[in-house]
């Protein structure tokens, strides 16, 4: 079992900051990319930014120049720095992480799986 929890969610103004936080925890032999999407009411899920166990980084339009994803791989940890919000910017921000379980790797199944948080709320006032 893997799972992912979130924190860092809530209520800001708009032009604020925000950081939220994703660490996975379980029977974890490797996770391949992790990232952040997000769902606005009545609207589909969307990438926001992922990036991979190298470091490698890739965003949503909507937010280049204001988001900033990061990772720490020693504790399987992703981070999301959100600056000068926009009321847009208002969702329900969901984790993912594409994990390679323990039991995956003792079978030599090495196709990541998808894991995802239960969820942090942003709230962007304008």
């Known amino acids: 079992q893997v799972q992912l929890v979130e924190s860092g969610g809530g209520l800001v103004q708009a032009g604020g900051s925000l950081s939220l936080s994703c660490a996975a925890s379980?029977?974890?032999?490797?996770?391949?990319?992790m990232g952040w999407y997000r769902q606005a009411p009545g609207k589909q899920r969307e990438l926001v930014a992922d990036i991979t166990s190298d470091g490698i980084t890739n965003y949503a339009d909507s937010v280049k120049g204001r988001f900033t994803i990061s990772r720490d791989n020693a504790k399987n940890t992703v981070y999301l720095q959100m600056d000068s919000l926009k009321p847009e910017d208002t969702a329900v921000y969901y984790c993912r992480a594409a994990v390679i379980t323990t039991a995956q790797a003792m079978a030599h199944m090495y196709i990541p799986r998808s894991d995802w948080g239960q969820g942090t709320q942003v709230t962007v006032s304008s």
């Open positions: 379980g029977s974890i032999f490797s996770i391949n990319a």
